[in-house]
């Protein structure tokens, strides 16, 4: 019989490896709704796991590691935007090539990181009193530091898009550039903080799984969890509280999955492995449909590049 | 002594092809409403879009208050007191109303300070009696209602220069007036207003000083009291113009279309056309008048083969066409010209070529066994161009390159060479100078007079009115009535409109 520890443990896990998933469908969900669409998440969330990892390991602090990891996302998503706000290019080629360029730029630069392993992850901290509440406490409040943020990440960021000016004028840049160009908005500048803050986060999503779920070094660790997340955007309707469900539906998938290989599944792994793709065709499939009959829709303007002058 | 608010000075404006504007210099002042009147192209518009920072001028200098002033930005402007309402209104249509007036202003704090906003806009609501919900979407709003919010939005930033580019475009009678009530209450508060229209009736009604602008310069700056309807459009267009349309009165009966309980459902699923009965006469213009949204650009979709009929039947010339193929529905000789331009009347990428022959592209001769003659297309384009006075430059430039008006003639062009039995021409003459929206009309009349048919659909009654046999007013997705033109007015279809029960 299984003991319902395993059941806790497994939703724990489920908590950390939707994490993963968090940080970069808040960062994207930001990034389109000022218009800005960007497919290079997984290239960046490889960069960020990449640096993350290698500055965990070299100065021996995970903490170190992940803020780094973070702004090398940063710093790969200013690549983005340049090109397609900047030089007005095609959104979807550039971001296409920064995926292509951060498998690239980590394969070349991991090889002799493969299999090395951290000695020292992202510590857990039980925070006190809430973690002794049942079944709730251990599993999310018995995490680590960057758990804890990515819940008050998606809170303070429901509440900048919803409630203050700075939302408002990021909304308004995603729907209508050229209206909020006539009431004095700064287009560019709001695409540029955006795409930069998307590319933080993918950058945090990496970082985290290199520091504290994945504590090693594998070619294209990430596994498509980029491609993951931009389903996600869709799938919480560019809302980020929505997007808190999506990323803990998947990293619920994704713990399961690794448990029941623990537990000696006769289901071959490769099927195993394949469960969360499968899971973002079906999800896709119905949240399309259901965007179609709630007549929610994406930000008019993603992926359209803004020209001030047109004549 | 009257103070200047604005003045410019010998501004320029030069685009890679064309000087839209040449010396142009004027003044205006401080309790002062100043009409720009001209042609479709004439550069009221570019000129507008100068003082707001949306373009540089090649050369020229503006003042306000007597002080140079450089505009690089809409923010620059909006600093300086200037305020403008576009023509095509710069509203952000997912966003509350409340959310667009308070759009880029960062005095109501990092969390938006929705207490202070309303207070404040109750002040500036009861102050020009401008109603809204600032709680309700924009695209919940009607035309006339993201006009007044437009105006609440300049007043919200405290302008004292209002520019207004044809702001009665989208207008209906009754609505109009309250804007000019409201603009006149602004003007005894000592705000200066520039009003940038092509339509003289409104100069007259309006304005204190008039500019007229032809061809990128000032023609001419005079007061109203000195003016009359008909020198303004001499000075507009160059030339006197008469407005006796030939129109030769045919009474036939002979039913070319007719519609029996059309019932259409919307995008959203609401009704969009609940049960129309209509008929159309062989040599008759029947025009169509309604507030937009209320179900006249559904039926003339319907029945050009673009909506679903969901029950009902339409039958023309005795073949029923009912959910039938847009293609098949054309080649049987039912034309239409689109609302809107930019979104279906043209391909705004493709060429000129390409969209003067996308009616037949596929036939002989401009298409031989699938491949097409690129000769003889820019024969035709060119012929149309020459017939029909289009400015067509390049006929290879991407049609998005042409003015508005250019861009409406060419699609009037295509559909009325195809020779129609019935044209469906929604707003045919909207973005049109005089010239060419009566050349345009009395096209429309020679359709008829050939025993064709036309339905015309316009927000403009005037249009409506002297071009229109009968007159079928829609409300909610009925027709509240048809009426006889020569028993119809102005005032009657306005309530009816409105869905006030004759």
Redesign the interface.
Same mark, same amino acid.
């Given at each position: 019989m299984v003991h319902h520890s395993v059941y806790i443990s497994l939703l724990a896990n489920t908590i950390k490896a939707g994490t993963i998933l968090l940080f970069p469908t808040i960062g994207e969900i930001f990034a389109e709704r000022a218009g800005i669409l960007n497919l290079g998440i997984e290239g960046m969330m490889l960069i960020g796991a990449f640096i993350g990892f290698i500055v965990s390991y070299t100065t021996h602090n995970p903490y170190l590691g992940f803020a780094a990891g973070v702004i090398a996302g940063g710093i790969a998503s200013l690549i983005h935007a340049f090109i397609s706000i900047t030089l007005r290019g095609n959104q979807i080629v550039s971001g296409l090539a920064l995926t292509i360029f951060g498998g690239g730029f980590t394969t070349f630069y991991g090889q002799k990181w493969i299999n090395m392993t951290l000695n020292n992850t992202l510590p857990t901290l039980k925070l006190p009193i809430l973690s002794e509440i049942l079944y709730i406490g251990p599993i999310f409040f018995s995490q680590d530091l960057v758990v804890y943020l990515s819940y008050i990440t998606v809170f303070v960021m429901w509440f900048i898009l919803y409630k203050t000016t700075i939302g408002l004028n990021l909304r308004a840049v995603g729907e209508n550039a050229k209206a909020a160009n006539a009431m004095g908005i700064n287009v560019y500048k709001v695409r540029y903080i955006w795409t930069f803050f998307g590319g933080l986060l993918a950058g945090a999503g990496g970082a985290y799984l290199t520091t504290s779920y994945a504590p090693f070094w594998l070619d294209g660790i990430t596994a498509g969890r980029g491609w993951i997340a931009i389903a996600l955007v869709i799938f919480a309707m560019w809302d980020p509280l929505k997007a808190l469900f999506g990323a803990y539906l998947f990293g619920g998938i994704n713990a399961l999955q690794f448990q029941l290989q623990a537990l000696g599944t006769t289901i071959p792994s490769a099927i195993l492995n394949m469960l969360p793709y499968i899971g973002t065709f079906i999800v896709i499939t119905i949240s399309s449909i259901i965007v179609k009959t709630r007549h929610v829709r994406p930000p008019r303007e993603l992926g359209i590049p803004y020209i001030r002058e047109e004549k | 002594m009257v103070e200047i608010a604005l003045e410019t000075r010998n501004i320029t404006k030069i +685009?890679p092809e064309t000087v839209a504007n040449k010396d142009i210099s004027f003044k205006l002042k401080k309790g002062e409403i100043h009409a720009l009147l001209g042609e479709n192209g004439a550069g009221k518009t570019t000129l507008m879009n100068i003082l707001?920072g949306?373009? #540089?001028p090649t050369s020229g200098e503006i003042f306000i208050n007597d002080q140079k002033v450089i505009i690089r930005?809409? /923010?620059d402007a909006?600093k300086l007191g200037i305020g403008?309402i576009?023509q095509h +209104? #710069?509203? $952000?249509?997912? /966003?509350s109303v409340l959310?667009n007036i308070?759009?880029?202003? !960062?005095e109501?704090? +990092? $969390?938006?300070n929705k207490k202070t906003v309303k207070e404040k806009l109750k002040e500036i609501e009861s102050l020009y009696s401008l109603q809204t919900d600032p709680n309700v979407k924009v695209w919940q709003t009607t035309v006339g209602e993201q006009q007044r919010i437009e105006i609440i !939005?300049v007043l919200f930033r405290g302008a004292n220069i209002l520019i207004l580019d044809e702001p009665t475009a989208v207008l209906t009678p009754q609505e109009t007036q309250s804007l000019f009530k409201i603009l006149k209450k602004m003007k005894d508060d000592g705000k200066s207003i520039i009003f940038i229209t092509h339509k003289l009736e409104e100069v007259m009604q309006i304005a204190d000083i008039i500019t007229v602008l032809r061809r990128g310069k000032v023609v001419k700056t005079l007061p109203k009291y000195k003016t009359t309807k008909s020198e303004l459009a001499q000075l507009m267009v160059g030339e006197a113009q008469d407005c006796n349309y030939l129109r030769k009165k045919r009474e036939t009966n002979e039913i070319i279309l007719s519609i029996n309980k059309l019932i259409v459902y919307s995008d !959203?699923g609401t009704k969009s056309l609940k049960g129309i009965d209509l008929d159309v006469k062989r040599g008759e213009i029947l025009g169509i008048a309604g507030i937009s949204g209320n179900g006249q650009k559904e039926l003339v979709q319907t029945i050009a083969g673009l909506k679903k009929v969901a029950e009902g039947k339409i039958i023309f010339n005795g073949l029923d066409i009912t959910n039938k193929h847009p293609r098949f529905i054309s080649r049987l000789g039912i034309n239409y010209i689109p609302a809107d331009r930019l979104a279906m009347g043209v391909a705004p990428n493709l060429s000129g070529i390409d969209n003067a022959i996308m009616r037949r592209y596929y036939r002989f001769p401009l298409s031989k066994n699938g491949v097409m003659n690129y000769i003889k297309a820019l024969a035709y384009t060119k012929m149309m161009a020459k017939a029909y006075k289009i400015k067509l430059d390049n006929p290879f430039a991407p049609i998005k390159l042409l003015s508005g008006g250019n861009m409406q003639k060419l699609i009037l062009a295509r559909e009325i060479l195809e020779n129609p039995k019935l044209l469906i021409a929604s707003y045919p003459t909207r973005g049109l100078d005089i010239a060419s929206t009566q050349f345009f009309r009395q096209k429309l009349i020679e359709i008829a007079n050939k025993g064709k048919a036309v339905i015309l659909l316009s927000e403009d009654l005037d249009e409506i009115l002297s071009l229109s046999d009968r007159i079928a007013v829609m409300y909610e997705g009925s027709i509240v009535g048809i009426l006889k033109a020569e028993k119809a007015d102005k005032n009657t279809i306005g309530l009816m409109m409105t869905g006030a029960s004759t």
């Open positions: - | +685009f707001y949306i373009y #540089m930005s809409p /923010l909006i403008m576009h +209104f #710069m509203l $952000v249509e997912t /966003l959310e308070i759009l880029g202003l !960062k109501y704090g +990092f $969390v938006i !939005k !959203k």
